[in-house]
């Protein structure tokens, strides 16, 4: 892509709304091949960005979830080793005496199960999402930081793989731990921050076109004023816009304090955040919404 104007309008036409920032972002990191570590929030738009560069760009999605305990086998590949035995067995029956033969065939490219990491290497173009690096461990971090150093693999049975051209990489933390430096030194960075009013509206009026204007208004309003609070979990837009999407589904043109209070569960996942919010007065937020519009 030319620059960064025309990555935000690639990425605006897929309904994913950027600031200039991430624009700048984006574009360096397709540019110079380096990967876009997101941070912020959960529900913030880090995963939703690697899903429309995929679509910006025509490419495959390759995602890899990251958890505790993650190791290289399910990152990275596999020996498909109930197939290796049947082929053993045919081989057997077929009165194959050749052991050397029948080793290689066994470690043959055909046997090999391809995991997130290594996919993102064989396919060209792709989008590698490594998603909530946060919740790996430390050995797991140290060899991703190798492999996109290199985009290259090494399979002992088989030799090096190396990217024709390397994927775009998108990791997202949520910051439940800090990522070693290592790592954030070799990509570009962005911190993902909950959006302003007017932003956050206009990504829900994009993703949710059928809903009234009133209602997005009125919802983005109090998730606004939540956000506000001391929460354990404060909403992120995903949320904003499960809570518009909740509304709509039941059939609401607009909100009043009796039906937000009602809906929380969609905007709400912890007990604490649920009755902090029947506390606050959210007719008083919905009037001063109403007298800024009017």
Known sequence: MDGPARVRARL????????????????LALRLHRPLFCEGDAGVGKTALASALAEAL????????????????????????PRQLLHLRAAEAAGSTDAERLEGEL?????????????????????????????????????LLELLSEFAVT???LGTLRAEVPPVVVLTSNRTREVHDALKRRCLYHWFDHPGFARELAIVRRRLPRV?????????????????????????VAETIDWAEALDA??????????AVATLGSVLKYREDAERARGLDLAAVLAAREARGA
């Open 12 to 27: 605006e036409e897929t309904g994913y709304l950027v600031d200039d920032g991430l624009a700048v972002a984006c574009f």
């Open 58 to 81: 025509d490419a495959p999605l390759i995602r890899l979830q990251c958890h505790e305990g993650i190791d290289a086998s399910q990152a990275l590949y596999d020996w498909d080793f």
């Open 107 to 143: 470690y043959d490219r055909r046997f090999l199960v391809a995991r997130p990491l290594l996919r993102a290497l064989e396919t060209q173009p792709s989008v590698l999402l490594v998603d909530e690096i946060d919740r790996a461990d430390d050995e797991f971090e140290a060899f």
């Open 155 to 157: 399979i002992p049975e």
């Open 212 to 236: 009234s204007a009133r209602l997005a208004e009125q919802v983005t309003a109090l998730v606004q004023a939540l956000r506000a609070q001391d929460l354990v979990k404060p909403p992120g």
């Open 250 to 259: 039941l059939g609401a043109r607009e909100v009043d304090a009796e039906l």
